[in-house]
C-alpha cells in the first residue's frame, strides 16, 4: 500500500510559481509537454501513469450530451505506435473527466497541437522500455 503524498511531496513534484519553466538539467529524453502535463493529468485524475501515457490524440473527448471533456482510458485498440493498449484491472477502464483547472491551464491547446502531427498521434511523445511499457521510465 502506498501513501498519500505529503505536501512536501507535493511541492517536490510541482515547485509552484516555477512548475514547467525548467525541468532539471539532467537530459532525460522526455518531451517537455509530457514532463509538464503527465503529473497534472495524473494528480487532478487518479488514473494509473501506463494507462495515461498510453492515450492517443484521439482519446480525448468530449460528451455529446453533457460537453465534459474527457480522456477514454481502455484497452480497445492500440496505442499510438502499434502496440494493443492494456490496462491493470477492468476498473481502469473508464471515461476520466478532464479537471477544469487543466482545461484553464491550455489542456486542450496542447491537445490540438498534438493533433496536428500525422505522424504521431500520441498525446505525449513516449517510447517504449525494454518491457514494453510507455510510464516506467517516466515514473523513474
Not at 500500500?1 to 537530459?27: C, H, Q, S, W
Not at 502535463?37 to 460528451?63: H, N, V
Not at 492494456?86 to 482545461?103: A, D, E, G, M, Q
Request: net charge positive.
Amino acid at each position: 500500500m502506498r501513501l498519500p503524498f505529503t505536501d512536501e511531496d507535493l511541492a517536490k513534484i510541482f515547485p509552484g510559481k516555477n512548475y514547467g519553466v525548467d525541468f532539471g538539467r539532467t537530459a532525460t529524453g522526455f518531451d517537455d509537454d509530457a514532463k509538464y502535463w503527465i503529473p497534472l493529468l495524473a494528480t487532478f485524475s487518479g488514473a494509473r501513469l501506463e494507462g495515461i501515457c498510453q492515450l492517443r490524440t484521439s482519446d480525448i473527448k468530449t460528451d455529446e450530451a453533457t460537453g465534459i471533456i474527457y480522456a477514454d482510458i481502455t484497452e480497445d485498440g492500440a496505442a499510438a505506435d502499434g502496440v494493443r493498449k492494456r490496462t491493470k484491472s477492468r476498473n481502469s477502464v473508464r471515461p476520466i473527466p478532464i479537471h477544469s483547472k487543466l482545461l484553464q491551464i491550455g489542456f486542450m491547446d496542447y491537445v490540438a497541437e498534438r493533433s496536428k502531427d500525422a505522424s504521431d498521434q500520441s498525446l505525449f511523445k513516449l517510447k517504449r522500455d525494454k518491457q514494453g511499457r510507455l510510464g516506467k521510465g517516466f515514473s523513474n
